[in-house]
T-cell receptor, first 112, second 115 residues
């Protein structure tokens, strides 16, 4: 069963737009929620991560919003640029454990 | 500093053949993980080494897959015999120590095609 559900599968925005990618999880034991960015031919790279004791975290143009009661978290990309075009994966893991449980990924295209 | 490196980048084999994938983690990283992404689906965990010991191999699909980590350095993942459903991208990741064990650095992956 898929423990982390990610949507949408693909997303197209214009430069300057704010793409939003959503993830939902089932296991309340998860306490670490990273987002990974992957460019073609490269491996996933950690973009930003959050723990459930905060509802929002910002790093540059990237923001994670976290809703613990709804078991949902989302990635917002402010002022998106063509260079942000990539596949984005949300993930979750339990404290003390190491395996990351990934969503299926969102392919983002930012058009100039 | 070199990142996680994986060899080969792409492998095409016939069903029934054997393939060995290799991963060199970031120097000094005790934790090494293997993941797999089947086309269009989520990246799935396969197993986790701490140094040379298998910490968690709950994601290994069956006994056709054998992972080793010699001397706690590089790791190999052997598939024998390969089946069509083994096709996908195999990622290796490493992390530094128990305090930061959730920060995993990924290699570029090995794309395995079983024909």
């Amino acid at each position: 069963q898929q423990q982390v559900k990610q949507s949408p599968q693909s997303l197209i925005v214009q430069k300057g737009g704010i793409p939003i990618i959503n993830c939902a999880y089932e296991n309340t034991a998860f306490d670490y929620f990273p987002w990974y960015q992957q460019f073609p031919g490269k491996g996933p790279a950690l973009l930003i991560a959050i723990r459930p004791d905060v509802s929002e975290k910002k790093e540059g143009r990237f923001t994670i919003s976290f809703n613990k009661s709804a078991k949902q978290f989302s990635l917002h990309i402010m002022d998106s640029q063509p260079g942000d075009s990539a596949t984005y994966f949300c993930a979750a893991s339990k404290s003390g454990y190491n395996k990351l449980i990934f969503g299926a990924g969102t392919r983002l295209a930012v058009h100039p | 500093e070199a990142g996680v490196t994986q060899f080969p980048s792409h492998s095409v084999i016939e069903k029934g053949q054997t393939v060995t994938l290799r991963c060199d983690p970031i120097s000094g990283h005790d934790n090494l993980y293997w993941y797999r992404r089947v086309m269009g689906k989520e990246i799935k965990f396969l197993l986790h080494f701490v140094k040379e010991s298998k910490q968690d191999e709950s994601g290994m699909p069956n006994n056709r897959f054998l992972a080793e980590r010699t001397g706690g350095t590089y790791s190999t993942l052997k598939v024998q015999p390969a089946e069509l459903e083994d096709s996908g991208v195999y990622f290796c990741a490493s992390s530094q120590d128990s305090y930061s064990r959730n920060i995993q650095y990924f290699g570029a992956g090995t794309r395995l095609s079983v024909l």
